[in-house]
């Protein structure tokens, strides 16, 4: 195949670490023997429109700030190409003599990779296609986690652990609604900062599990009545035994309106809105009469929070962006994924698998993460999730 040029976009929700991916992709795409290394601003949507940057050119102090800049340095796109749209970027890939397709993303990003790669090789052009993992929501499958889960992670902790202390200071109950459509890793990420059971969350409802208003409200009114205060951590997910999402079922019956609008690859939109916390807070007080109940909503903070990077997950994106170039020097096309080495001390490979094992599929949380008879998380969950934190110092807290 002859060498021609290589292209990366960026996709899907950004993380705190994403550009760590692409400077480790550009670090590596600089010593192959490219045409020219092109960034697409925007993802498909730039490739589309041939809106690129030339990536050769940036400098060595560019590159660094790139590399601890949150979000994507490159902008970010949510969209599922058409067949016109492949029929196009082929156009495109062929007027260019891009021959090297490469995508930062999550499930989504790695269904538009792999239609990418079989639309052209349908049509008859050759080109290698390489998803890039990242998401928050630390869903993919193959991989053993998700670049930007363990920053997000550990924001969610620290958050957590502050929010605890400001609930023990003026009692009540408090509901804080986490980013997770279809897996519950955020939110079980909300228990790596407690030091004991009475910190808070006393209480975490994950996708994983079949919400049931009744017994949520049976839950929180049991710690409230111990405790005289509850903490509750709830993924944006959480839904009914027939898998609708517990919004879309509220908004039904009460005619609220509160069911959101769908996206390109069909997902409905959770995030962005206060619409859950705020309907939970009203539902809880009525149950408990007299109870102090707040909520709030993480939302869109989780992904790109400066403050909270962990080192760990910082250089693991790195590595993947510098491993999905390597990757093609002897394959067509694959996602790249973290294998986990299980020994004394904590450490990822980088390996690569067929891009049809990862685009579109969402890994739960495993049963042996979630307590099978109240809604919290195992000490499993916990030997796996802290060290991508780079490690949660437990707080020094002296209530008198």
Request: hydrophobic share 35%.
């Amino acid at each position: 195949m002859p060498v021609g040029k290589a292209v990366i976009g960026q996709s899907g929700g950004p993380t705190a670490v994403i550009n760590k991916s692409l400077v480790g992709f550009i670090k590596e795409a600089i010593n192959q023997e490219y045409d020219e290394i092109l960034g697409a601003r925007h993802g498909l949507e730039g490739i589309l429109k041939e809106d690129f940057v030339d990536l050769s050119k940036l400098s060595e102090s560019q590159l660094y700030g790139i590399s601890k800049t949150p979000a994507a340095a490159l902008g970010s796109v949510r969209k599922k190409p058409t067949e016109n749209d492949i029929e196009k970027l082929v156009s495109i890939f062929e007027k260019q003599n891009i021959r090297y397709f490469f995508y930062i993303g999550g499930n989504d990003s790695a269904e538009t990779a792999n239609l990418v790669y079989e639309g052209a090789k349908k049509i008859g052009y050759e080109i290698k296609a390489f998803h890039v993992p990242k998401t928050i929501d630390n869903d993919l499958l193959e991989t053993d986690h998700c670049p930007g889960y363990g920053s997000a992670a550990r924001f969610v902790a620290h958050a957590f652990q502050g929010d605890d202390a400001d609930n023990r200071s003026l009692r009540g109950i408090k509901i804080n609604v986490l980013m997770g459509r279809h897996a519950g890793w955020l939110t079980a990420a909300s228990t790596l900062g407690k030091s004991t059971e009475e910190d808070g969350p006393h209480l975490v409802y994950v996708p994983e599990k079949i919400f049931n208003l009744d017994e949520f409200l049976k839950d929180v009114k049991e710690v409230y009545d111990s405790l005289g205060r509850c903490v509750v951590a709830v993924s944006e997910g959480i839904h009914n035994k027939d898998g609708e999402y517990f919004l879309q079922t509220y908004a039904s019956e009460t005619g609220s309106g509160l069911a959101g609008k769908k996206d390109s690859h069909g997902n409905i939109q959770l995030s962005g809105s206060g619409a859950l916390g705020d309907t939970l807070t009203n539902i809880v007080s009525e149950h408990i009469e007299g109870a102090r109940v707040r909520a709030d909503t993480f939302g869109y903070l989780q992904r790109s929070f400066l403050a909270d990077v962990s080192e760990v997950d910082a250089e693991e994106a790195e590595r993947v962006g510098q491993y999905a170039v390597v990757a093609s020097k002897e394959k067509e096309s694959g996602s790249i994924i973290l294998r986990r080495q299980f020994s004394e001390t904590y450490y990822c490979d980088v390996d690569v698998v067929e891009l049809h094992k990862v685009a579109k599929h969402t890994k739960n949380m495993p049963e042996e993460y979630l307590e099978k008879n109240k809604p919290y998380v195992t000490n499993d969950f916990f030997e796996y999730a802290m060290p991508l934190t780079g490690g949660i110092e437990p707080k020094t807290q002296i209530f008198v």
